[in-house]
């Protein structure tokens, strides 16, 4: 099965600096890869999602994040961060089967003035 | 256009009493998803409806039943609760099994069992 490891459970960060968000999944022959947020008391949002084609993918609320196939990596990055931005993120991976989605533990993003 | 709509939003119970949480989506998706989210264990799948009448364990299905009882809605039930079964419960839908859709989640419900 598909397995998705993000590597820090918490990154704080000040408000305007740019941030990395890091994540890992077991390697396939083929792989979709997504990246969720979760605001405080809400459900989980989709911020960008890797198909297939371009290894930079663009999202919501100026995220982006890169597919790095030799090192099955799909890191989210944002060049400068707003106190907003303070949120769970989780990146997930869809199991080869279609049916269900393998998340990350989550990453604990916390914006601070 | 509501999406997943979770029901209730937050519920006490004591240890064995027993209750449905409901979940609707209203976007003509084949499947649905039953989460549970706990502190530093992400999201963990406890059952899932690939389509209108199937249903399929996933990861932590012990102590829970589901019903999907139509392409809507699909009902995840706990016959009698535990203290360990207290966590966040989210919903999520998606158009079908295609490993390319996304999933569209609830704002989730959240459960104390005492």
């Known amino acids: 099965a598909q397995s998705v490891t993000q590597l820090d459970s918490q990154v704080p960060v000040f408000e305007e600096a740019p941030v990395e968000l890091r994540c890992n999944y077991s390697?396939?022959?083929?792989?979709?890869l997504f990246w969720y947020v979760q605001y405080p008391n809400q459900g989980l949002q989709l911020l960008l999602k890797?198909?297939?084609?371009?290894?930079l993918v663009k999202g919501i609320n100026g995220f982006e994040a890169e597919f790095n196939k030799s090192q099955t990596s799909f890191h989210l990055r944002k060049p400068s961060v707003h106190i907003s931005d303070t949120a769970e993120y989780f990146c997930?991976?869809?199991?080869?089967?279609?049916?269900?989605?393998?998340f990350g533990k989550g990453t604990s993003l916390l914006v601070t003035p | 256009n509501a999406g997943v709509t979770q029901t209730p939003k937050f519920q006490v119970l004591k240890t064995g009493q027993s209750m449905t949480l409901q979940c609707a989506q209203d976007?003509?998706?084949?499947?649905m998803y039953w989460y549970r989210q706990d502190p530093g264990m992400g999201l963990r799948l406890i059952y899932y409806?690939?389509?209108?009448?199937?249903?399929d364990k996933g990861e932590v299905p012990n102590g829970y039943n589901v019903s999907r009882l139509n392409k809507r809605e699909f009902s995840l039930r706990l016959e009698s609760a535990a203290p360990s079964q207290t966590s966040v419960y989210f919903c999520?839908?998606?158009?079908?099994?295609?490993?390319?859709?996304?999933?569209?989640f609830g704002d989730g419900t959240r459960l104390s069992i005492l």
């Open positions: 999520a839908s998606k158009l079908d099994r295609g490993l390319y859709q996304p999933q569209h």
């Open positions: 390697s396939s022959v083929s792989v979709y």
């Open positions: 890797y198909l297939s084609g371009s290894t």
């Open positions: 997930a991976v869809s199991e080869n089967s279609g049916y269900a989605l393998n």
């Open positions: 976007m003509n998706h084949n499947s």
């Open positions: 409806s690939a389509s209108e009448g199937t249903t």
